[in-house]
């Protein structure tokens, strides 16, 4: 594809939204959650783990630890017990203790609604901030994880392999009042269509709008934080 104008990029990274949107309606978040609580915890449980082992983890974890304040009171070891199979548990207990104690003395047991202070408790970096805002709240977040800067490189909407790089170019192309489902629909996208080894081109919709080869190699997004720091 030709260099493109900064318009014409947008111009075409609005017809790429629409056109996610048209392909995958039933994006949603796929993480179960009742409560802005139970969502910060499935998200840093989700860290190197299917949501579907989240969603089969957190009901005993809800059960046992239902609040921000009973969980920042939680024993290492049971808690470790309950979030095993998630993988990297050792880390996941301490983060999760660890937020939850900061929200309960921070923020009087409440999931803050503002990204500079999600930010700042253990084990939730922009990523997990951004689900939290978009889902929870109904804050425009956009969320970049793997999926996500994967796609936004192949269609040729940033060149950048920083999540928080990626996440500010797409920021600039993206409505905001969209945001929220435009992660959603890419997230939707990478899993059914656009493969990471295999991308399924010829049955792609966003085909035509998209200058990626089959064959071409891919740098995927770049992260330095361990696995339960999500950004």
């Not at 179960?32 to 957190?58: H, P, R, W």
């Not at 996500?148 to 060149?159: E, M, N, P, Q």
Request: glycine fraction near 6%; proline fraction near 6%.
């Amino acid at each position: 594809m030709p260099r493109e104008s900064k318009a014409a990029r947008e111009g075409r990274a609005r017809q790429i939204v629409e056109a996610l949107f048209q392909a995958h309606p039933d994006a949603r978040c796929a993480l179960d959650y009742g409560s802005a609580f139970e969502l910060l915890c499935a998200t840093i449980l989700s860290a190197q783990c299917t949501d579907k082992m989240v969603n089969m983890v957190t009901p005993a974890l809800f059960a046992r630890y239902p609040d921000a304040v009973r969980l920042s009171e939680a024993d290492d070891e049971d808690l470790q017990a309950i979030i095993r199979s998630t993988g990297f548990y050792k880390n996941k207990t301490k983060s999760l203790i660890g937020m939850a104690r900061a929200v309960v003395a921070d923020h009087g047991g409440e999931i803050p609604p503002r990204l500079e202070d999600l930010v700042k408790l253990p084990g939730v970096g922009r990523k997990t901030a951004n689900v939290i805002l978009g889902n929870a709240f109904a804050v425009p977040g956009l969320v970049v994880d793997t999926h996500v800067g994967r796609i936004a490189s192949r269609l040729g909407l940033t060149k950048q392999t920083d999540a928080v790089k990626v996440e500010k170019e797409l920021m600039e192309l993206v409505p905001r009042d969209d945001w929220t489902q435009f992660s959603h629909a890419m997230i939707f996208h990478g899993r059914r269509v656009c493969d990471a080894r295999k991308p399924h081109c010829d049955a792609c919709t966003l085909r035509a709008l998209c200058p990626y080869p089959s064959s071409a190699k891919h740098k995927p997004v770049t992260r330095k934080k361990s696995p339960a720091k999500r950004k």
